[in-house]
């Protein structure tokens, strides 16, 4: 009997009514939570093009983290089911990537995959009806995945028919602890592993999609959830709070991107505008704060190094080569036989209460990459698409399409590059004739080291929210475009600011990367743009122009030599012309 919300097409009580195909063989996707969703969609293409197929999804409400999970379902575009009609509505095949809910109750083949590294973590399980082993201590909780408490029904049969493994530790590890569902085991790799081991040609366009200048680090910031986790604050000292602001302190804005990748139930369990809320200041100095579905593995092969915990994302980095620095490390959750517990346990440390850059620095210089987690990751790197399609299809019972199979290439990430809109402080030291240096820090604390004899001074976007500093700043500057008409012309808006501010000395419009348009207070209206190999923001050039001419240099003598602006190690040629 239909219930309210039960939809009629292309599954229902009279669907062979409407349904314009309706011999199709129904393959239910079972979506717990927007984690879990993103392993579903990794292998969506494995059916596309096949009109024998009819994908239907559906979410069994067990998660503690459902927020996200209807707006991810509608973007699928494939028809939602709701839970107690999925049940209900025999179907060939069943994917979960999580064991929530009464998934023995779905009416068709059962296989699970894993939606993280393999199965690592120790989990309770709230929504089933199996006791906890030794209670709810995380040390003592069953192994999400690996365990009779996740694996077995009231019966002590295997709830899934065929549970995706992509490593034989992963199976020596199921057969100790579970043996009874050993025979439901299928190798067939990690697809997630897979498309970013297919991305990592593309790494370049994945740093130009972050604005990560040549010569610049992209330092991400990864969190897992859970209050023993980076970002939580239930795992003793909570150093998040003192972190994020010395993140944007100790590391100069144009020698270091920074970026952060939460993991989907920190965003979807606080909410999203809290997540922008308790980072506002970060992003506003500069940190990218990373899409948690589409997103972070392009941060993560676009990364140069990584500030992590024990979740799946950090160990992905590491397998990645790049050089990780655990900021939160719990082994009690995690299960002790498992690769990640001897990579958490054996990884470099962040000391909070040391300067961050110099250990950044270090880490980076003495880096070694490991083989051990890319080992363990996957068996059979570059083959989940045909074994989880030749599973899949086995247990539909029909042959699989022609061609081979194909995940779908990670998508290139819209432009975004930092913007910054705290007041700056800004170092410059005159290295030569025509050269030079200049370091910029988003704050809000003093620069850390190496200042001495470096002049200062304050720079401002127009669009700061510490409208207080405006009044005080020496330069004034925003991002647009030349033909904008609300600011009619760089060479208008920079006369107004002057006329608006009148302790800034220099107002520069940024027209574009590479390019701006300044106004001096002596009223010189000059463009600077990037020269050959240069690649900077270019309110850097102004400010490298603006302490040229408080060293009571001409702006004369740079047309037609130019100016060079280094950045950290990187010199950036800049050509100066009357605009």
Request: aromatic letters at 6%; glycine letters at 10%; hydrophobic letters at 40%.
């Amino acid at each position: 009997m239909a219930g309210a919300g039960w939809i009629r097409v292309p599954v229902g009580d009279d669907a062979a009514r409407w349904a314009t195909r309706g011999k199709t063989r129904k393959v239910l996707l079972v979506v717990h939570n927007v984690t879990s969703a993103t392993r579903l969609l990794d292998v969506l293409p494995l059916f596309h093009d096949d009109l024998r197929v009819q994908l239907l999804v559906t979410c069994p409400g067990s998660s503690a983290f459902r927020a996200g999970i209807a707006e991810l379902l509608a973007d699928t575009g494939v028809p939602v089911v709701p839970w107690e009609q999925a049940v209900e509505t025999p179907v060939a095949l069943a994917v979960s990537a999580s064991f929530g809910g009464q998934l023995r109750e779905v009416s068709g083949i059962l296989t699970a995959l894993s939606h993280g590294v393999g199965y690592t973590k120790r989990l309770p399980t709230p929504d089933t009806r199996h006791p906890t082993v030794g209670g709810q201590r995380a040390g003592s909780d069953p192994v999400f995945g690996l365990s009779p408490e996740w694996l077995l029904d009231e019966a002590g049969e295997p709830v899934v028919d065929a549970l995706v493994l992509s490593h034989p530790e992963q199976y020596e590890r199921l057969r100790t602890a579970c043996p009874e569902a050993a025979p439901t085991a299928v190798l067939a790799g990690d697809p997630c592993w897979d498309r970013m081991l297919a991305a990592r040609p593309y790494r370049e366009r994945y740093r130009r999609a972050l604005g990560v200048a040549r010569g610049q680090r992209l330092l991400v910031l990864n969190s897992t959830w859970n209050p023993e986790s980076l970002f939580g604050d239930g795992g003793g000292d909570d150093v998040l709070p003192s972190l994020l602001p010395r993140l944007t302190s100790e590391f100069p804005a144009d020698e270091y991107r920074l970026a952060a990748v939460l993991h989907p139930n920190i965003w979807h369990g606080h909410g999203p505008g809290q997540i922008r809320a308790w980072l506002d200041r970060a992003r506003r100095a500069g940190l990218a704060l990373i899409d948690p579905l589409h997103g972070w593995r392009q941060a993560l092969v676009a990364a140069d190094a990584v500030i992590g915990d024990h979740g799946s994302v950090t160990y992905y980095a590491a397998a990645l080569g790049t050089p990780v620095l655990l900021g939160a490390t719990p082994l009690a959750g995690l299960a002790p036989d498992a690769p990640v517990h001897a990579f958490v346990r054996t990884a470099p440390r962040l000391t909070p209460a040391l300067p961050l850059r110099p250990q950044i620095e270090t880490l980076l210089d003495g880096h070694r990459p490991s083989p051990e987690p890319a080992e363990f990751i996957s068996s059979a790197p570059g083959e989940s698409a045909t074994r989880l399609r030749r599973l899949f299809y086995d247990l539909i019972g029909i042959p699989e399409p022609d061609g081979p199979a194909r995940l779908e290439p990670l998508r290139l990430p819209p432009y975004e590059p930092a913007t910054p809109t705290v007041p700056l402080m800004v170092l410059t030291r005159l290295l030569g004739s025509g050269e030079i240096a200049v370091t910029r820090y988003p704050g809000p604390h003093p620069a850390p080291y190496g200042t001495t004899g470096e002049a200062s001074h304050l720079a401002v976007h127009e669009d700061t929210r510490e409208v207080d500093q405006l009044a005080l700043a020496d330069v004034v500057f925003r991002y647009g475009a030349a033909d904008d008409p609300r600011f009619v012309s760089p060479a208008h808006w920079t006369g107004e600011v002057l006329d608006r501010h009148r302790h800034c000395a220099l107002a520069a419009y940024v027209t574009g990367p590479g390019a701006c348009v300044v106004r001096s207070r002596s009223g010189a209206l000059l463009r600077l743009e990037s020269g050959p190999g240069a690649d900077a923001d270019a309110a850097v050039y102004a400010s490298a122009l603006h302490a040229w001419l408080g060293a009571g240099k001409s702006p004369e003598e740079l047309v037609g030599s130019g100016l060079t602006v280094r950045t950290g190690e990187r010199a950036h040629p800049v050509t100066v012309t009357p605009e």
